[in-house]
């Protein structure tokens, strides 16, 4: 049986500014243990996090992140 501390999962969140997607990330990775396993530009100047975690940590760090962007 697999235990919800071996389950990983991703989550994403773009941003419609880099500062704000800089800012929502060191946000993120202060709050919860998770791993930026991407975060670039993209089209326009728009900006992508893609991180992985427990359940929890990426809930709460997308949670995070959607209130600071």
Same mark, same amino acid.
């Given at each position: *049986? @697999? ?8 989550? &994403?969140?773009?941003? $419609? =500014? @880099?500062?704000? !997607? ?5 946000? *993120?990775?202060?709050?919860?243990? @998770? /791993? @930026?396993?991407? &975060? #670039? /530009? %993209? =089209? =326009?100047?728009?900006?992508? %996090? %893609?991180? $992985?975690?427990?359940?929890? $940590?990426?809930?709460?760090?997308? $949670?995070? !992140? #959607?209130? /600071?962007?």
């Amino acid at each position: *049986m @697999i235990s919800e501390k071996e389950i990983v999962v991703l989550g &994403a969140l773009e941003f $419609s =500014s @880099i500062v704000v !997607g800089y800012m929502a990330m060191d946000e *993120m990775v202060k709050i919860a243990p @998770i /791993t @930026i396993l991407d &975060a #670039r /530009t %993209i =089209s =326009s100047g728009k900006y992508l %996090i %893609i991180f $992985s975690g427990d359940v929890a $940590s990426v809930e709460y760090a997308f $949670s995070k !992140g #959607r209130e /600071t962007g």
